[in-house]
């Protein structure tokens, strides 16, 4: 037994007052899940993703590079071990964030005389 089948499922309220069990569905855990996971945590960082938000969330360049660096290290340790498709998936998100990466920092050092 792992130590995630110990955590408590959550409870909810129903409209009579009565507690239900939530069950979220989970996608089966595999690498392809973990790169998007990484992906979207980065996107996140950068402000492009943000949910329940009005404004747009200020980037946190400091946790993307270090997210996206992560995901470097997974592209050299997983050399020669990955399937056509995870391979590409991986590198093709990791080129894609660091150019968002650069977009964003570019975007955030113009004086917000020229952003307006």
């Known amino acids: 037994m792992s130590d995630v089948d110990n955590i408590p499922d959550q409870e909810v309220e129903n409209t009579s007052g009565e507690h239900e069990e939530f069950h979220m569905q989970l996608p089966p855990a595999s690498f392809s899940f973990l790169v998007l996971s990484m992906r979207a945590q980065a996107e996140m960082q ?9 404004e747009k969330p200020e980037p946190n360049f400091e946790l993307a590079r270090h997210t996206i660096d992560l995901m470097g290290i997974l592209v050299e340790k997983t050399k020669n071990n990955l399937s056509l498709e995870e391979q590409r998936l991986l590198e093709n998100s990791l080129t894609e964030l660091r150019f968002r990466f650069v977009q964003v920092s570019q975007e955030a050092a ?7």
């Open 110 to 116: 113009k004086p917000a005389a020229q952003k307006a």
């Open 46 to 54: 950068l402000g492009l993703m943000h949910f329940g938000q009005e």
